[in-house]
């Protein structure tokens, strides 16, 4: 895949010793994917027997995914170590359009939930 | 792998080096996934949006995949914690591979590549074998009322067509219908119909079972939908994601990335597969436990 004469620059190299600690930084994370979600699959299980309150668990749900998300994509998919020019590319944009989808949802759920109770 | 040198915003849009600090193939992989990363959120957006519409009729998806294989009984959640435990494990054998690669070590790249390609196709078998017990249903079934109306207890007319009612048991002697009741001063979610009521709604509508893209069993059509759509969305990535994985493996082996004098392909598509199990994440959450 080189067009130029330079030798690629850009592909990452670690030495034996950055690799040891690279591994214990990748079962570290599988540890806590794993706890967040056997968290959650028990949560689901018993949240009605233990009489939690269902917004309490939505939303605990919603924070532990949100967590996991963060967790691979800092980690796994190496993000938090890029530099910051390419973090801010990939996360401003996506964030402001989430977020535009997530108000039109909120409002538009707002309205649709209003006229079932309310009709013309 | 860790990016330590001193970037100055002078010279790096300069021209002549990347001013992101990464090459042309995974830079676009990003927006790639950037991209895809919207479209699912668009997808459950609108999934959270009919959700909340239809809250009264929704299925749970706790009562719709009850099934472990080779287990009988009612299983809820647990084979789908099942999958997602097995993608997240492919997801870490995919970074030990990307970590090999950085060590120039083929033998454990091929070693790690091999099992993430592995578990891949053990979550698509997983759906394939779920969509077949949605698809198929179970065998009690539920009865979908035609078009007409029904005047409940209280006076309140209701449009009949699409309302999905189930059986209490075996005997098909009680249909409950997920109209809400008030008798005196309790308040039930369902409205039971036995006897003659039962028979002449029974003389309009059908039996079900299963599910496909315009009715369902379990309760409203668009669940099945948005089943169909998001998941089978998320497996096509999945299947890609296998075929990218064997591509990059058989490369692996046939040495070219050791003549390249780097792994940065295995890095490519490591990213797209840990994409694949980021989706998962939301799809779990919105999909079978909210």
Request: net charge negative.
């Amino acid at each position: 895949m080189e067009h130029s004469d330079q030798p690629y620059k850009y592909a990452a190299h670690h030495s034996e010793e950055e690799g040891k600690k690279t591994r214990r930084m990748i079962w570290n994370m599988f540890w806590v994917l794993l706890v967040i979600t056997t968290v959650e699959v028990s949560l689901g299980l018993v949240w009605k027997e233990w009489s939690i309150a269902w917004h309490f668990v939505k939303m605990t749900f919603i924070v532990l995914t949100i967590a996991k998300a963060y967790f691979i994509v800092a980690y796994y998919m190496h993000l938090k170590h890029e530099r910051t020019s390419l973090q801010n590319t990939i996360i401003i944009p996506y964030a402001l359009l989430a977020l535009y989808l997530l108000y039109h949802v909120f409002t538009e759920g707002v309205f649709t939930e209003h006229i079932q109770h309310y009709p013309f | 792998m860790s990016h330590t040198e001193v970037v100055d915003s002078k010279t790096a849009w300069g021209g002549g080096t990347s001013p992101f600090g990464a090459g042309y193939g995974k830079l676009m992989m990003w927006f790639f996934l950037m991209s895809d990363a919207l479209s699912f959120t668009g997808f459950l957006a609108a999934y959270g949006f009919y959700r909340h519409n239809f809250s009264a009729i929704w299925p749970s998806a706790e009562n719709v995949f009850t099934h472990f294989p080779f287990v009988h009984g009612h299983q809820p959640l647990l084979y789908v914690a099942l999958m997602t435990f097995i993608l997240i494990m492919s997801s870490v054998t995919m970074v030990l591979a990307v970590e090999a690669g950085h060590r120039m070590d083929k033998k454990k790249v091929m070693v790690w590549m091999f099992w993430t390609i592995v578990g891949g196709l053990i979550f698509v078998g997983s759906q394939a074998w779920e969509w077949y017990h949605f698809i198929h249903g179970t065998e009690l079934g539920a009865f979908e009322l035609g078009i007409g109306t029904y005047t409940l207890p209280d006076g309140t007319i209701e449009q009949t067509q699409g309302i999905i009612g189930r059986w209490t048991d075996e005997s098909k002697t009680i249909l409950e219908l997920p109209w809400r009741q008030t008798v005196g001063d309790i308040t039930t979610p369902f409205l039971q119909l036995k006897g003659d009521e039962l028979s002449a709604v029974l003389a309009n509508g059908h039996e079900i079972h299963g599910a496909n893209l315009t009715h369902n069993e379990y309760g409203h059509p668009l669940f099945a939908d948005f089943f169909f759509f998001i998941t089978g969305f998320h497996g096509t990535h999945v299947f890609s994601g296998v075929v990218l994985n064997f591509i990059i493996f058989v490369n692996v082996i046939m040495g070219t990335y050791e003549k390249r004098g780097h792994y940065e392909m295995v890095e490519k598509v490591g990213l797209y597969w840990h994409f694949v199990d980021l989706v998962w994440v939301f799809v779990f959450t919105f999909f079978y436990l909210v």
